[in-house]
């Protein structure tokens, strides 16, 4: 059984906006963090956004002001809300623990044209 689905991804212009669902077989609060991770083609893959248990969320710098991570903890679920979209947002975007724990689930591919 997959520990972690990823939905939400597409394809969508520079500007548009995208949100990311992460659904996770166990219970997320268990956890110091849940983030999400992308990796571009020919990219080590790279955490964008984490969250800690106690709702402290940070961010790269190069998405800092644009996306922004949240959690249901009911519904084992994260998020990620992605504005102001850049051709360079393109990749796959997973989610997992801070520090990673979790098998990786198979992302969710975001495309951003120009």
């Known amino acids: 059984q997959a520990q972690i689905l990823e939905s939400g991804g ?20 268990r956890f110091k963090g849940m983030a999400w991770y992308r990796q571009a083609p020919e990219k080590e893959r790279e955490l964008v956004a984490l969250i800690t248990r106690d709702g ?20 084992n679920t994260v998020y990620l809300q992605i504005n102001r979209l850049k051709p360079e947002d393109t990749a796959v975007y997973y989610c997992n623990t801070d520090p990673v724990y979790l098998n990786w689930g198979q992302g969710t591919q975001v495309t951003v044209s120009s």
């Open 10 to 29: 597409g394809l969508v212009q520079a500007g548009g906006s995208l949100r990311l669902s992460c659904s996770v077989a166990r219970s997320i609060n």
């Open 56 to 75: 402290v969320a940070t961010y790269d710098d190069s998405v800092k002001g644009r996306f922004a991570i949240s959690t249901d903890d009911a519904k």
